[in-house]
């Protein structure tokens, strides 16, 4: 059994969201409901969304409890607009989105997302698809090395990606976890496994995570009525990125001498406003929760201009 998943941020969340009795939000990535159960405490209705159908069937005793608040929606977050639209719930006051994996799937060995315990080398978050070992075994040299530079930031992506191919096939997590250590020279007093970068960025590319973030936060402009608020807690500097330059463009404000400002941002209005500085968790919360260490929270407030049709974030992923 794994341990229970601790939100991150979550009264920095709450604070943002402002939540009135009544209104609409949606919790983009549902995990162990820990956002959501908060949300409801604030007497919102709240659409939850998750691809893990695990999460989704662990979530049912919330919704039994919830009075009719909560709806689960098992599906991805770039969906957002369609599966709301479809349930008549259009538009919201708030969208939150806490990217990443929850502690239930990073503890359950079978599921293949860690590195530190052994299980068959899977990563799918939505239970289907391309596994991770599909990817490993079948994917050509360079396009592994191309993922492994791109979402993992691995400075030794070629001679990792040329080991893994000598290596295959590769089953299992410990397997990949050990190609890429004696890859890399591993010795075990360091302080960060080399395997880090490797599984993050198989992760990432398997689950199209960069993708959906960028379609998750397009769909969030789209459903958002003006003055609702959006919350997004990232754990990675890619993916803050992509976050930070999504509410600088939508807010009018990427630095000058940005290549997509002139053309971009004359032709539409600003439609996030009150965009805050990236927020980090406090030594206490770190102490209770090791996890919110790499956190970052970002908010913004939704305008009444009209979303934009550009899609410039999606910019350098793959
Ligand atoms: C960090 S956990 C969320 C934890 C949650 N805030 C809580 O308090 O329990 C992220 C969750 O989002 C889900 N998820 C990740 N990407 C998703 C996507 N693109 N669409 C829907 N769910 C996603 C994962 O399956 C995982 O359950």
Known sequence: MSAPHVPVLLDAVIDA??????????DATFGAGGYTQAM?????RVFAFDRDP????????????????LTLVPATFSALDAELAARDAVP??????????SSMQLDQAERGFSFQSDGPLDMRMSQEGMSAADFVNEADE?????????????????????????ARPIMRTSELAHVVRRALGYKPHEKKDPATRTFQAIRIHINRE????????????RVLAPG???????????????????????????????????????????????????????????????????ATLR????????????????EGAM
């Open 17 to 26: 969201l402002a939540i009135a009795p009544g209104e609409t939000h949606v």
């Open 40 to 44: 409801l405490a604030q007497r919102a």
């Open 54 to 69: 695990g999460a989704i069937a662990a979530g049912a005793a919330m919704v039994a409890a919830s009075d009719g608040a």
């Open 92 to 101: 919201v006051q708030g969208v939150t989105m806490d990217i990443g994996v």
């Open 142 to 166: 360079s396009q592994i090395a191309d993922v492994l530079k791109a979402y993992g930031e691995e400075p030794r992506a070629r001679r990792v990606a040329r080991a893994i191919v000598a």
């Open 210 to 221: 960069l993708g959906e973030l960028a379609d998750g936060l397009a769909a969030a402009e």
């Open 228 to 294: 609702g608020r959006l919350a997004v807690v990232t754990f990675h500097s890619l993916e803050d990125r992509m976050v930070k330059r999504f509410l600088r463009e939508r807010s009018g404000s990427l630095p000058a001498g940005s290549r997509h400002l002139p053309e971009v941002a004359a032709k539409h209005a600003p439609s996030f406003e009150s965009v805050g500085r990236g927020l980090r968790a406090g030594e206490d919360e770190i102490a209770r929760n090791p996890r919110a260490r790499s």
């Open 299 to 314: 908010t913004a407030t939704r305008t009444e201009a009209a979303a934009w049709p550009e899609h410039s974030v999606t």
